[in-house]
């Protein structure tokens, strides 16, 4: 079973992000399981959502605890939140951002990819300067590093479930996943703290 938890704000598309990829593995032959948790139900709000995949059937119904990887769709909830509570060494933690973030160098023993998916969803209309929808970027960011599932399977979610833009989603995610940019392991693997 892989078990993914997403971070992000309210308004951001991070629970519809755990929609589109359950459908998406779905496509692709998994066993899917997607929900939120919600805090204050508010536009910027931290929101977490979270994603479970399994090749037979899944019977577990708990939250996410000890996830195999991590998507944070906000960067300044790093300042805020510990996004590698629980998270599994070796596990994978993708930041949209255009740079690294400052924390890289205490989050040893994971793997660690940023993509900037803010820039991506203006460049391709979706959300305002202000209120950028990146969910689809990180989605197509998220595709390349785990290896799955596939882009068209992805394109397709987005399709029937995206009613706005949806040529525009299917480019950014396409977008994100060819500029995902995967950072330098870091070599001590016993560490499972955010922040020094």
Same mark, same amino acid.
């Given at each position: 079973? &892989? ?12 629970? &519809? ?9 779905? %496509? @692709? ?21 979270? $994603?479970?995949? @399994? ?8 939250? =996410?605890?000890?996830? @195999?990887?991590?998507? &944070? $769709? @906000? %960067?300044?909830?790093? #300042?805020?939140?510990? &996004? ?10 993708? =930041? ?15 793997? =660690? !990819? ?11 209309? $979706? ?11 990180? $989605?197509?960011?998220? !595709? ?7 882009? #068209? ?6 399709? %029937? #479930? ?11 995610? #396409? ?22």
């Amino acid at each position: 079973m &892989v078990e993914i938890r997403f971070h992000g704000r309210g308004g951001q598309g991070t629970v &519809v992000a755990t929609i589109l990829l359950a459908k998406a593995f779905f %496509r @692709d032959g998994y066993y899917v399981q997607s929900f939120p948790l919600f805090g204050v139900e508010r536009r910027g709000a931290p929101v977490e959502a979270y $994603l479970r995949l @399994d090749s037979k059937e899944i019977l577990i119904r708990s939250n =996410v605890y000890t996830p @195999d990887h991590v998507v &944070v $769709l @906000d %960067r300044t909830l790093l #300042e805020s939140i510990d &996004v590698t509570l629980g998270l599994k060494t070796g596990g994978w933690i993708l =930041v949209n951002g255009p740079e690294p973030p400052a924390y890289l160098k205490s989050w040893s023993g994971y793997k =660690v !990819a940023i993509v900037d998916a803010t820039h991506i969803a203006l460049n391709n209309g $979706l959300g305002t300067r202000t209120h950028p929808i990146v969910n689809t970027p990180m $989605l197509g960011g998220l !595709a390349r590093v785990l290896g799955m599932p596939s882009m #068209e399977a992805i394109a397709k979610a987005i399709q %029937r #479930e995206v009613p706005s833009k949806p040529k525009a989603n299917i480019k950014a995610a #396409e977008m994100a996943y060819e500029e995902v940019r995967v950072l330098e392991a870091v070599k001590d693997s016993t560490s499972s703290s955010a922040r020094a």
